[in-house]
């Protein structure tokens, strides 16, 4: 049985270092026992030593299969502001922003931006990058929209000129950078303002605070005032009455010694 074992072992460390030429296992392993009154050679349990080390064959084949087997990650990502809000009429900047791994190579970096009027709407392509600035200028937009990115520093932002009410809605910004196998996506929302939003006044906030502030402090300051007084006045009504026990008590000493002189005076 050692003797099979060892036939295992062999044609499979054979069979993994040497994949590409298919090996015949049959003719190498016999499953019969080996009666007992015949004794096997002594020669063929000899091993060489490096016949129980795995070839390097071997080792790549499986570190090439570990790598194939690892899901690759999204190395790509995407930084756009969620909602943006513009002044009818102003110049809105959508900044669309990416990290990657990889440099920029023009001849295969490709973007697309689209405009989403509603959630259920169809998307409408408005400016793409193949190698170069390819502006589509739909009706839509005309003019009005300049690509004021650079690719090579992963900026793909542009600009829309004198926003409308018209072009509220989602913009989307979609980047293919190979090698990266994954498309960066950023999603942004345009709302547009007929008016400035008013400014918080907060003088009212500060006059607020300032009268509560000042008014705590008379509280805190009448609250000593008259905690000192009463102090004061606990320490005079002491002294008051130790001034009183001690006159009282000079007063009998003073009664005790009058009375002895007396009665010595009228004795015979």
Not at 73 to 96: F, H, I, K, W, Y
Not at 130 to 156: A, C, H, Q
Not at 186 to 205: F, H
Request: net charge neutral; glycine share 6%.
């Amino acid at each position: 049985m050692l003797y099979v074992s060892l036939k295992y072992i062999r044609a499979f460390f054979f069979l993994a270092s040497n994949s590409s030429s298919p090996v015949a296992l049959g003719p190498q392993i016999t499953l019969s026992r080996t009666p007992p009154d015949q004794h096997l050679p002594s020669q063929s349990l000899k091993m060489h030593k490096d016949a129980w080390l795995p070839r390097p064959a071997f080792g790549l084949t499986g570190l090439s299969l570990f790598f194939s087997l690892v899901p690759p990650g999204q190395s790509m990502e995407v930084t756009v502001p969620t909602t943006l809000n513009v002044l009818n009429g102003s110049d809105a900047r959508l900044s669309c922003t990416f990290n990657s791994c990889y440099t920029v190579n023009h001849k295969q970096f490709s973007l697309n931006w689209t405009y989403q009027e509603c959630n259920n709407c169809s998307e409408e392509m408005f400016l793409q990058f193949r190698m170069k600035i390819i502006n589509l200028k739909l009706e839509r937009f005309r003019d009005r929209v300049e690509f004021s990115g650079n690719p090579s520093k992963y900026d793909v932002s542009v600009t829309l000129r004198n926003v409308q009410l018209e072009d509220e809605g989602t913009y989307n910004c979609y980047i293919m950078n190979p090698p990266d196998r994954h498309r960066g996506h950023g999603k942004i929302y345009l709302q547009v303002l007929m008016e400035e939003p008013p400014e918080r006044d907060s003088t009212v906030a500060v006059i607020v605070g300032a009268s509560v502030g000042g008014f705590l402090a008379v509280v805190i300051l009448v609250l000593m005032v008259v905690k000192c007084v009463r102090r004061k006045k606990e320490q005079k009504l002491s002294t008051d009455d130790l001034k009183t026990e001690e006159e009282g008590k000079t007063d009998g000493e003073g009664n005790a010694d009058d009375g002895t002189k007396v009665s010595s005076g009228s004795c015979p």
